[in-house]
């Protein structure tokens, strides 16, 4: 969820303005305001989404060995549930890390 709030503070103006999207921009501040503020408190955000992520993979990798139970299918269906946890996991990263460099990289160059 905080990778979300990353992408539409930083990312979403960054991407429409550079595809020639300001006028949708526009129309979108206008019927949401909240994305100004969320704009302006970009390194709250970032470190916001960062510690929630740092939460969830020490959770995650505490939780890599313990055991699934016993019956076949429910087992089948735990160790599908840990790949998906992780695969999520590993998305919410890499949008956060896109809107890191949307956010912080790009403004440099």
């Known amino acids: 969820m ?3 709030g990353t992408l539409v503070c ?3 103006p960054a991407v429409m303005v550079s595809i020639g999207a ?3 921009l526009a129309g979108l501040v206008s019927a949401a305001p909240q994305l100004i503020w969320l704009s302006e408190q970009k390194e ?3 470190g916001a989404a960062t510690a929630a992520l740092a939460v969830s993979g020490a959770l995650l990798w505490n939780a890599r060995r313990l055991p699934c139970p ?3 299918a429910k087992a089948e269906v735990c160790a599908s549930l840990r790949r998906w946890s992780h695969r999520i996991y590993g998305a919410a990263v890499v949008l ?3 809107g890191a460099v949307f956010a912080f990289g790009l ?3």
């Open 70 to 72: 016993a019956d076949r």
């Open 10 to 12: 930083c990312v979403l």
């Open 2 to 4: 905080t990778s979300i």
């Open 44 to 46: 709250w955000v970032f």
């Open 107 to 109: 403004p440099l160059l």
């Open 22 to 24: 300001g006028a949708a």
């Open 96 to 98: 956060t890390l896109i």
